[in-house]
């Protein structure tokens, strides 16, 4: 059995989830900017919405969740512009003292050890149950879908179109979340943006960037931009937004 607590009924467990929590991510996805300026209030005030899905007996961690309420009115055009926007929108909401009505999945991973266990559905049903017992009558989430760095040169717009023969997303994570009853709603090409140096992208990603131009890169969704004469790289992350029934 499992059971999805609040981050702070388990401290102990800070230090391996922070570990664990990372392995899948690449690495320049830690280096948005447009981040920096909201991390410490969220976590000051939406703390409450970081949680662990844990066994029942031992309290092993399995995967964790986090997100942030905000105020939506079910339109596509109200929705934030992905991620950072609705990191920003969340804190500058609750600091206007505007009730919200929303949860936004920002970010769910499974242990690496742990996955292809249904985990993952495990910990979005319990966050939604949540949800629905906090007041809160809506979820949604901009979605990172994993294979989507397959396809880089593709728009974002153009994949979240693209299905199997049983009529379910092509995206394994996009899947997921359609078999737990999510909609998808629409694209949210700017969701994250990430600069750097040049040699911080070539740190980042491993690769050399010798001349000005378009790359593909390892794990990107779309691709980075190089600007050798102002050592810039620029990388705009695309995500889809979904809604959870």
């Known amino acids: 059995m499992y059971e999805l607590i609040p981050v ?25 900017a447009g981040v920096a300026p909201y991390r410490e209030r969220r976590v000051e005030y939406f703390h409450d919405w970081e949680f662990y899905l844990v066994t029942s007996d031992e309290r092993r961690l399995i995967a964790g969740c986090w997100g942030v309420p905000i105020r939506w009115d079910e339109s596509i055009d109200d929705l934030p512009g992905g991620f950072t926007d609705s990191l920003a929108r969340s804190v500058t909401e609750y ?41 809160l009558t809506r979820m949604i989430a901009p979605v990172r879908p ?43 090409p700017a969701s994250q943006t990430m600069t750097g140096t040049v040699a911080e ?10 001349a000005t131009g378009t790359y593909v890169i390892p794990d990107g969704l779309t691709t980075l931009a190089i600007d050798r004469p102002t050592d810039t790289g620029l990388y705009v992350e695309p995500n889809i937004w979904l809604r959870h029934a």
Not at 201 to 210: H, L, N, Q, R
Request: charged share 25%; aromatic share 10%; glycine share 6%.
């Open 201 to 210: 992208w070539e740190k980042w990603t491993g690769m050399a960037f010798p």
């Open 8 to 32: 702070t009924e388990a401290p102990e467990l800070d230090e391996e989830a922070e570990q664990r929590f990372v392995e899948d991510w690449p690495e320049f996805i830690f280096h948005d």
């Open 95 to 135: 600091e206007a003292g505007i009730q919200p009505n929303t949860l936004v999945l920002m970010a769910a991973a499974v242990r690496n050890d742990e996955q292809g266990k249904g985990h993952a559905g495990r910990v979005i049903t319990a966050l939604k149950e949540h949800t629905l017992a906090s007041g």
């Open 146 to 188: 994993t294979s989507k760095s397959q396809y880089p040169l593709i728009d974002i717009a153009e994949f979240m179109t693209w299905t199997r023969d049983d009529g379910l997303p092509l995206d394994p994570w996009l899947r997921t979340h359609v078999r737990l009853g999510a909609q998808l709603l629409a694209p949210a």
